[in-house]
């Protein structure tokens, strides 16, 4: 993996996402090495963060190397300069970029223009990192994702497409459901069921329905950074998507709760279900660190 980007969670082949995994999950148990002494990762954010930030900024630190982080105001990716121009600024002076963008194409064109590793921190197509967080929180507690049933209930948006990816690739079997017009789209289901791994996705309309005999149920709020406008209209769209105590009641009794995180409580998911014992979102947050410190590992340590 070392010299590659990871823009995507299709840039990795399935026997790298398990390796991926294995080494986050000995640098979380055993702590990691300083492997990157001296190097230097830019954080150009477009969007405002807290658990990528400090946990690109941690994994750094505990790798021996650092963050170097630059605000959209800053930077003005395609407006003050463009964004071929950062790249090759950028790719000067430090050893890797992480970027969290509105547009895809924002990240693609970094890397397309970039001498150095890119990763993809959060685009409106993919949100990679979280995903590999997201499956290492699952492998811990379940050893295995082999078979591993999850439901991801609500919007077909960037979380649920890397999941969706990374489920397959893992051998796990995500179900989606979320109201019509909100799917994950066809290409993206297609391209999901073509990949190796012996996983599997499937879409269904009823929440109640998606969440019988599963492990997990995750969710994700309505309407993300960039779709203020549509809060109203998704809010009316979702009503019945919510991750509440009835909803829960058709799952197993010892179904686990995700969420990627920030909540919008009481839209999403009610406080009793986040707040329950069986929540495991603090997990999840803390894995951003361990899994973006084997991200960064492989990319520039040759891990």
């Known amino acids: 993996m070392t010299e590659r980007d990871f823009t995507s969670i299709l840039d990795v082949s399935s026997p790298e996402l398990h390796h991926l995994l ?34 690109f900024e941690m994994a750094m630190r505990r790798l021996g190397g ?4 630059l605000s959209g105001h800053e930077v003005q990716m395609g407006e003050r300069e463009p964004v071929r121009d950062v790249a090759r600024v950028l790719s000067r002076m430090v050893q890797a ?40 929180t699952l492998r811990e507690r379940f050893g295995s994702l082999t078979g591993l049933r999850i439901a991801y209930i609500g919007d077909g948006n960037n979380v649920g497409r890397s999941l969706a990816y990374a489920s397959v690739m893992t051998g796990a079997h995500l179900v989606i459901s979320g109201p019509e017009g909100y799917e ?7 391209r999901a069921l073509a990949l190796p791994g012996g996983g599997s996705v499937t879409q269904v309309r009823d929440p109640h329905e998606a969440v019988h005999d599963v492990a997990a149920v995750y969710t994700d709020v309505w309407a993300s950074m960039g779709q203020e406008h549509e809060v109203t209209r998704r809010a009316e769209a979702f009503r ?12 197993p009794s010892d179904a686990l709760i995700m969420h990627d995180l920030p909540a919008h409580r009481g839209e999403e998911i009610t406080d009793e279900v986040i707040e329950s014992p069986r929540s495991i979102v603090w997990d999840q947050a803390e894995n951003r660190m361990h899994a973006q410190q084997a991200i960064l590992a492989l990319l520039l340590g040759g891990q």
């Open 22 to 55: 294995d080494t986050a999950l000995g640098m979380k148990r055993d702590g990691p090495s300083p492997v990157l002494q001296g190097q230097t990762l830019a954080m150009v954010f477009e969007k405002p963060s807290l658990r990528t930030r400090t946990s």
């Open 66 to 69: 650092q963050g170097l982080y």
């Open 97 to 136: 970029i992480a970027a969290r963008t509105y547009a895809h194409h924002t990240v693609t064109e970094l890397a397309k223009y970039a001498d150095i590793p890119v990763v993809n921190a959060l685009s409106d197509d993919e949100h990679p990192c979280q995903a590999v967080a997201d499956l290492l």
């Open 184 to 190: 994950l789209d066809a290409d993206s289901m297609a």
């Open 240 to 251: 019945s998507y919510q991750v509440n105590a009835g909803l829960i009641a058709s799952a």
